[in-house]
């Protein structure tokens, strides 16, 4: 025999079917039906989410909800009634200890930059006790793109698990971020000003490979391969990546129709995704800004840039027609397929680079089961790609506004601020260039005496 159906006088009129106690540390949801009873959500030590009834009307639940909450509160410390930006600092600060070993310069530096434009602007100047998942929601809102706002919201990930390093959140106070998804709000309807687009940083001269050391890396690829044996067109790689432009998922991505080569010009359409633990595939470039690029007939290494690119083109279609490269592909790994980030890495770049005397610093690095060294190198692959831009800007004199649409830039503003802008560097050329010793010689009837 059924139970009876209980009228609940008690429940709000709002139609909802869950609340949240005042700090946001309890849930209480509806009855799934009429003879059911009320349920309450929280967090328990570690992580766990911990449940309870909470009788059969709300005014219960609600009652025994605030007095879950008031027990949870009482778990408060000093930290945890900081503002969220003291928070942040500590999450910033490099000394603070971390599982895999400290963050990379670029890491850093993005961090920097979502603390500055978002994570700051939304939340901090709430209390980490106060903080809350719909905080967090705001600053995934407020992405540019998509892709943005998955970055932001793993970014967020990692400041919680510091924020609770840190003794800034309370015990159980419960952020799940499963549910934080970009919502595709434009940037300045979720109430916060943040800046919009990329996040661009001047990138110093000293992380822009000069022509003598592409000329360096291209001739230490062309000798490396399987077994000793070298690849030409490896060094054709380190050419194309330098002054035409590709990103390197980009490049690798490249097939023997992607270039005309008598024009010159090469279509980005595409790159290769590795997402962890899926298959690759074939997505969009980054911001789905497809393009075309250009190469010069010579490089300024003074490689025969066009006349190799068009033997590389031949050879690849050799390839596709024997089987052994079924793609058609550029650049293959060698089983004739895409490269893997890491094998690329390892067995090009680093062979490379090294041959070639380009700087690096050994450093530890932690990982499960202990600690490993690794090379930190100064200058990157994708380094190259600024001694595109820079050559573009500098050596053919090419507006910004078209380096802007040939790299895949977000907007020319990116490509101003990223390699002209007024950073110190540039203001050191300019002290300089204007000193006395750089200056002619005055002549002597060019000398005024001074009155007095």
């Known amino acids: 025999m059924s139970r009876p159906t209980l009228d609940d006088s008690t429940r709000p009129a709002d139609g909802s079917e869950a609340w949240t106690t005042p700090r946001g540390l309890v849930l209480v949801t509806a009855p799934r039906s009429p003879t ?14 911990r ?150 940083q001047f990138v110093p001269v000293w992380k822009r490979p000069s022509n003598e050391q592409v000329r360096a890396l291209r001739l230490a690829a062309e000798r490396t391969g399987r077994h000793g044996k070298g690849q030409w067109w490896r060094g054709l790689m380190v050419e194309l990546a330098a002054y035409a432009g590709p990103r390197w998922s980009e490049l690798i991505a490249l097939t023997e129709s992607s270039v005309n080569t008598a024009e010159r010009k090469v279509e980005i359409l595409w790159r290769v995704a590795q997402p962890t633990g899926k298959p690759r595939r074939l997505a969009p470039p980054k911001m789905a800004k497809q393009r075309i690029t250009i190469y010069p007939e010579v490089s300024p290494t003074g490689y025969p840039l066009d006349q190799m690119m068009s033997r590389r083109i031949q050879e690849a279609r050799a390839e596709k027609r024997a089987g052994t490269n079924r793609k058609g592909l550029l650049f293959p790994a060698a089983n004739g397929d895409w490269w893997w980030t890491g094998n690329f890495h390892r067995d090009l770049f680093e062979k490379s680079a090294l041959a070639a005397g380009w700087k690096y610093t050994d450093r530890a690095r932690a990982y499960a089961g202990g600690t490993r060294r690794e090379r930190s190198w100064q200058l990157t692959w994708h380094s190259l790609r600024h001694t595109f831009c820079t050559v573009a800007l500098e050596e053919w004199k090419l507006p910004d506004s078209t380096v802007s649409l040939l790299a895949g830039h977000s907007d020319p503003n990116f490509t101003r601020t990223r390699y002209v802008g007024a950073a110190e560097d540039a203001l050191d050329a300019a002290v300089a260039a204007t000193s006395a010793a750089a200056m002619p010689p005055a002549s002597a009837e060019s000398l005024v005496p001074l009155r007095g």
């Open 36 to 49: 059911a009873y009320y349920r309450l959500q929280w967090q328990g030590p570690g992580g766990r989410r």
């Open 51 to 200: 449940q309870t009834t909470g009788g059969r009307t709300f005014a219960k639940a609600w009652a025994k909800a605030l007095a879950r909450e008031t027990d949870l509160v009482s778990g408060a410390t000093s930290k945890s009634e900081e503002p969220c930006s003291a928070g942040i600092a500590y999450w910033l600060d490099p000394r603070r200890p971390t599982p895999r070993g400290g963050w990379g310069e670029s890491h850093r530096s993005n961090m920097e930059a979502y603390a500055r434009n978002y994570f700051i602007p939304a939340f901090g100047r709430v209390r980490g006790m106060d903080l809350r998942r719909t905080h967090i929601q705001q600053c995934v809102n407020a992405a540019p793109t998509a892709s943005e706002g998955r970055n932001i919201r793993r970014a967020a990930s990692s400041l919680i698990g510091a924020l609770r390093q840190g003794e800034f959140l309370l015990d159980d106070q419960l952020i799940d971020l499963a549910n934080v998804f970009w919502h595709g709000i434009e940037v300045g309807h979720a109430g916060v000003a943040i800046d919009s687009g990329e996040l661009p």
